[in-house]
């Protein structure tokens, strides 16, 4: 399975983004996806994560209610939409895929993206 992770760029706060990452593979419809970011000097960390099958998502407490994941199987690509962007969401954004569940931790993915930056700036 290969991700390719794509959307980024530079936003003012207060803007909004969507990033897309597009899955190869026959798995895609029944496997966990995942996004994680990380920000310069700091460690990689969860974002959200969404089931096989659209009904069930988890997102940090740091973007609730601002981001939200999505997808769309016949398509094999996961979403990103994230709103009201601030200065502190700026980060490298990897999507993860291949999880068996639900889960936060990074280890529990087996595939990952190459990552597209997000830069909120004014």
């Known amino acids: 399975v290969q991700l390719q992770a794509s959307g980024g760029g530079l936003v003012q706060p207060g803007g909004s983004l969507r990033l897309s990452c597009a899955a190869s593979?026959?798995?895609?419809?029944?496997?966990?996806m995942g996004w994680f970011r990380q920000a310069p000097g700091k460690e990689r960390e969860f974002v959200a994560a969404?089931?096989?099958?659209?009904?069930?998502?988890s997102y940090a407490d740091s973007v609730q209610g601002r981001f939200t994941i999505s997808r769309v199987n016949p398509e094999n690509t996961v979403y990103l939409q994230m709103n009201s962007l601030r200065p502190v969401d700026t980060a490298v954004y990897y999507c993860a895929g291949g999880a068996l569940t639900m889960t936060t931790m990074q280890a529990r993915y087996h595939y990952w993206g190459q990552g597209t930056q997000v830069t909120v700036s004014s």
């Open positions: 593979g026959r798995t895609f419809s029944s496997a966990y």
């Open positions: 969404i089931s096989g099958s659209g009904g069930i998502t």
